[in-house]
Protein backbone atom coordinates (compact mmCIF):
# COMPACT_ATOMS: atom_id res chain seq x y z
CA UNK A 1 0.00 0.00 0.00
CA UNK A 2 0.93 3.21 -0.67
CA UNK A 3 2.44 5.32 2.17
CA UNK A 4 2.00 8.60 0.60
CA UNK A 5 -0.73 9.41 -2.40
CA UNK A 6 -1.09 12.54 -4.19
CA UNK A 7 -3.92 12.41 -6.27
CA UNK A 8 -3.17 15.23 -8.69
CA UNK A 9 -0.51 15.22 -10.86
CA UNK A 10 -1.08 18.40 -11.76
CA UNK A 11 -2.91 21.28 -11.23
CA UNK A 12 -3.60 24.71 -12.75
CA UNK A 13 -4.40 27.73 -10.58
CA UNK A 14 -5.14 31.72 -11.67
CA UNK A 15 -2.45 33.99 -10.39
CA UNK A 16 -3.67 35.80 -6.80
CA UNK A 17 -6.41 32.67 -6.22
CA UNK A 18 -5.64 29.85 -3.57
CA UNK A 19 -4.94 26.27 -4.23
CA UNK A 20 -5.15 23.03 -2.49
CA UNK A 21 -3.09 20.17 -3.30
CA UNK A 22 -4.26 16.91 -2.00
CA UNK A 23 -2.04 14.69 0.38
CA UNK A 24 -3.26 11.65 2.19
CA UNK A 25 -1.36 9.18 4.31
CA UNK A 26 -1.40 5.67 5.75
CA UNK A 27 0.47 4.77 8.36
CA UNK A 28 -0.29 2.51 11.93
CA UNK A 29 2.41 4.36 14.28
CA UNK A 30 0.96 7.19 16.23
CA UNK A 31 3.93 9.29 16.26
CA UNK A 32 4.71 11.07 12.77
CA UNK A 33 5.07 13.78 10.98
CA UNK A 34 3.79 15.12 7.79
CA UNK A 35 5.87 17.55 4.90
CA UNK A 36 5.55 19.82 2.20
CA UNK A 37 8.50 20.91 0.11
CA UNK A 38 8.55 22.75 -3.34
CA UNK A 39 11.01 21.74 -5.78
CA UNK A 40 11.37 24.49 -8.70
CA UNK A 41 12.60 23.81 -12.34
CA UNK A 42 15.88 24.06 -10.94
CA UNK A 43 15.95 21.13 -9.42
CA UNK A 44 16.25 21.64 -5.39
CA UNK A 45 14.42 20.57 -2.82
CA UNK A 46 12.61 23.60 -0.46
CA UNK A 47 10.84 23.13 2.60
CA UNK A 48 7.53 24.78 3.28
CA UNK A 49 5.92 23.26 6.14
CA UNK A 50 5.82 20.64 8.95
CA UNK A 51 3.13 19.61 10.92
CA UNK A 52 3.25 16.93 13.72
CA UNK A 53 0.99 13.77 14.29
CA UNK A 54 0.32 15.43 18.17
CA UNK A 55 0.17 19.19 17.15
CA UNK A 56 -3.56 20.52 17.76
CA UNK A 57 -3.72 23.03 15.23
CA UNK A 58 -3.09 23.49 11.74
CA UNK A 59 0.38 24.53 10.55
CA UNK A 60 1.05 28.02 9.03
CA UNK A 61 3.94 29.28 7.35
CA UNK A 62 3.16 32.88 5.77
CA UNK A 63 0.67 31.52 2.65
CA UNK A 64 1.63 27.98 3.07
CA UNK A 65 -0.88 26.37 5.31
CA UNK A 66 -1.53 22.75 5.90
CA UNK A 67 -4.99 21.50 6.92
CA UNK A 68 -4.74 18.30 8.48
CA UNK A 69 -7.45 16.19 9.57
CA UNK A 70 -6.09 13.37 11.27
CA UNK A 71 -9.07 11.16 11.53
CA UNK A 72 -9.21 11.09 7.68
CA UNK A 73 -5.62 11.00 7.03
CA UNK A 74 -5.01 13.49 5.28
CA UNK A 75 -2.63 16.61 5.05
CA UNK A 76 -3.79 18.70 2.29
CA UNK A 77 -1.79 21.98 1.45
CA UNK A 78 -3.36 25.32 0.80
CA UNK A 79 -1.40 27.80 -0.83
CA UNK A 80 -3.20 31.47 -0.39
CA UNK A 81 -3.02 34.55 -3.37
CA UNK A 82 -0.69 32.48 -5.66
CA UNK A 83 2.08 34.06 -7.40
CA UNK A 84 3.79 32.96 -11.12
CA UNK A 85 7.16 31.74 -9.21
CA UNK A 86 4.72 29.13 -7.10
CA UNK A 87 4.74 27.33 -10.12
CA UNK A 88 7.03 23.95 -9.44
CA UNK A 89 6.86 20.22 -8.24
CA UNK A 90 5.00 19.74 -4.62
CA UNK A 91 5.87 16.81 -2.64
CA UNK A 92 3.97 15.80 0.42
CA UNK A 93 5.61 13.53 2.73
CA UNK A 94 5.67 11.60 5.84
CA UNK A 95 8.43 10.43 8.65
CA UNK A 96 7.07 7.86 10.80
CA UNK A 97 8.70 6.43 14.08
CA UNK A 98 10.22 8.25 16.55
CA UNK A 99 13.68 8.51 18.30
CA UNK A 100 15.94 5.76 16.67
CA UNK A 101 14.12 4.81 13.82
CA UNK A 102 12.42 7.51 11.50
CA UNK A 103 11.77 6.49 8.16
CA UNK A 104 10.87 9.22 5.44
CA UNK A 105 8.42 8.46 2.73
CA UNK A 106 7.45 10.86 -0.12
CA UNK A 107 4.73 11.29 -2.43
CA UNK A 108 4.84 10.95 -6.42
CA UNK A 109 4.17 15.21 -6.32
CA UNK A 110 1.76 17.30 -8.12
CA UNK A 111 3.16 19.67 -10.69
CA UNK A 112 1.79 23.05 -10.02
CA UNK A 113 1.45 25.76 -13.16
CA UNK A 114 -0.01 29.46 -11.85
CA UNK A 115 -1.54 31.25 -14.64
CA UNK A 116 -0.92 34.90 -15.36
CA UNK B 1 26.54 27.43 9.31
CA UNK B 2 27.05 24.90 5.91
CA UNK B 3 23.81 22.76 4.40
CA UNK B 4 23.87 19.65 3.48
CA UNK B 5 27.02 19.14 0.77
CA UNK B 6 26.36 16.79 -2.06
CA UNK B 7 28.86 16.20 -4.55
CA UNK B 8 30.02 15.78 -7.41
CA UNK B 9 27.00 17.65 -8.48
CA UNK B 10 26.68 16.68 -11.81
CA UNK B 11 28.56 13.14 -12.58
CA UNK B 12 29.02 11.27 -16.28
CA UNK B 13 29.90 7.34 -16.53
CA UNK B 14 30.24 5.07 -18.88
CA UNK B 15 28.31 1.43 -18.68
CA UNK B 16 30.05 -0.44 -16.02
CA UNK B 17 32.10 2.01 -14.44
CA UNK B 18 31.57 2.75 -10.86
CA UNK B 19 29.77 6.02 -9.46
CA UNK B 20 30.51 7.48 -6.00
CA UNK B 21 28.30 10.12 -4.76
CA UNK B 22 28.90 11.81 -1.17
CA UNK B 23 26.96 13.42 1.50
CA UNK B 24 27.86 15.89 4.21
CA UNK B 25 24.97 16.18 6.45
CA UNK B 26 24.11 19.22 8.39
CA UNK B 27 26.31 19.65 11.34
CA UNK B 28 24.97 17.47 14.37
CA UNK B 29 22.57 15.82 12.37
CA UNK B 30 23.08 12.24 12.58
CA UNK B 31 20.65 10.56 10.78
CA UNK B 32 20.96 10.38 6.51
CA UNK B 33 18.87 9.17 3.88
CA UNK B 34 19.53 8.59 0.50
CA UNK B 35 17.05 9.37 -2.37
CA UNK B 36 16.42 8.57 -6.37
CA UNK B 37 14.46 10.76 -8.70
CA UNK B 38 13.66 9.89 -11.97
CA UNK B 39 13.38 12.72 -14.87
CA UNK B 40 9.40 14.00 -14.02
CA UNK B 41 9.19 11.45 -11.22
CA UNK B 42 9.03 11.85 -7.31
CA UNK B 43 11.60 10.91 -4.76
CA UNK B 44 12.32 7.31 -3.80
CA UNK B 45 13.35 6.52 -0.97
CA UNK B 46 16.64 4.35 -1.03
CA UNK B 47 18.30 3.70 2.12
CA UNK B 48 18.43 5.58 5.70
CA UNK B 49 21.53 5.42 7.74
CA UNK B 50 22.81 6.78 11.07
CA UNK B 51 26.49 6.99 12.05
CA UNK B 52 28.05 3.44 11.29
CA UNK B 53 25.17 1.56 11.11
CA UNK B 54 22.33 0.95 7.65
CA UNK B 55 18.67 1.39 9.72
CA UNK B 56 16.86 0.79 6.51
CA UNK B 57 17.92 -0.31 2.90
CA UNK B 58 14.33 -1.38 1.60
CA UNK B 59 14.71 0.73 -1.36
CA UNK B 60 18.10 -0.02 -2.52
CA UNK B 61 18.42 -2.58 -5.39
CA UNK B 62 19.55 -5.89 -4.87
CA UNK B 63 22.61 -5.90 -6.29
CA UNK B 64 25.10 -3.00 -7.45
CA UNK B 65 24.38 -0.39 -4.95
CA UNK B 66 25.89 0.36 -1.59
CA UNK B 67 25.81 2.94 1.14
CA UNK B 68 27.46 3.80 4.34
CA UNK B 69 28.03 6.22 6.58
CA UNK B 70 30.88 5.79 8.50
CA UNK B 71 31.78 7.38 12.22
CA UNK B 72 34.00 10.10 10.40
CA UNK B 73 33.41 11.40 7.04
CA UNK B 74 30.62 11.41 4.53
CA UNK B 75 28.03 9.29 3.67
CA UNK B 76 28.78 7.51 0.85
CA UNK B 77 26.42 5.77 -2.31
CA UNK B 78 28.05 3.75 -4.80
CA UNK B 79 26.85 2.32 -7.63
CA UNK B 80 29.29 -0.31 -9.05
CA UNK B 81 28.47 -1.33 -13.41
CA UNK B 82 26.23 1.59 -13.48
CA UNK B 83 23.94 1.29 -16.05
CA UNK B 84 21.78 3.62 -18.25
CA UNK B 85 19.46 3.24 -15.87
CA UNK B 86 20.88 4.39 -13.23
CA UNK B 87 20.70 7.77 -15.24
CA UNK B 88 18.98 10.41 -11.91
CA UNK B 89 19.05 13.15 -9.66
CA UNK B 90 20.19 10.99 -6.06
CA UNK B 91 19.04 13.79 -3.34
CA UNK B 92 20.73 13.38 0.31
CA UNK B 93 19.07 14.41 3.31
CA UNK B 94 19.79 14.88 6.76
CA UNK B 95 18.31 15.40 10.35
CA UNK B 96 18.74 15.32 13.91
CA UNK B 97 17.34 12.11 15.96
CA UNK B 98 15.97 12.09 19.11
CA UNK B 99 12.06 12.66 18.31
CA UNK B 100 9.24 13.38 16.17
CA UNK B 101 9.34 17.11 17.01
CA UNK B 102 12.97 17.59 14.71
CA UNK B 103 11.24 19.93 11.89
CA UNK B 104 12.24 19.39 8.71
CA UNK B 105 14.75 17.24 6.74
CA UNK B 106 17.41 18.86 5.14
CA UNK B 107 18.11 18.22 1.59
CA UNK B 108 21.32 18.47 -0.43
CA UNK B 109 21.03 20.08 -3.91
CA UNK B 110 21.53 16.45 -5.52
CA UNK B 111 23.60 14.55 -7.43
CA UNK B 112 22.84 14.36 -11.59
CA UNK B 113 24.14 11.01 -12.61
CA UNK B 114 24.39 10.59 -16.17
CA UNK B 115 25.14 7.31 -17.58
CA UNK B 116 26.53 7.23 -21.29
Redesign the interface.
Known sequence: AQKITQTQPGMFVQEKEAVTLDCTYDTSDPSYGLFWYKQPSSGEMIFLIYQGSYDQQNATEGRYSLNFQKARKSANLVISASQLGDSAMYFCAMREGDGGYQKVTFGTGTKLQVIP | NAGVMQNPRHLVRRRGQEARLRCSPMKGHS?V?W?RQLPE?????MV?L?KENI??ESGMPKERFSAEFPKEGPSILRIQQVVRGDSA?Y?C?S?T???????????G??S?LTVL
Do not use: V
Not at chain 2, 97 to 107: A, C, K, Q
Open positions: HYYEGLKFYQIDAFASGGGIYTGELFFEGR
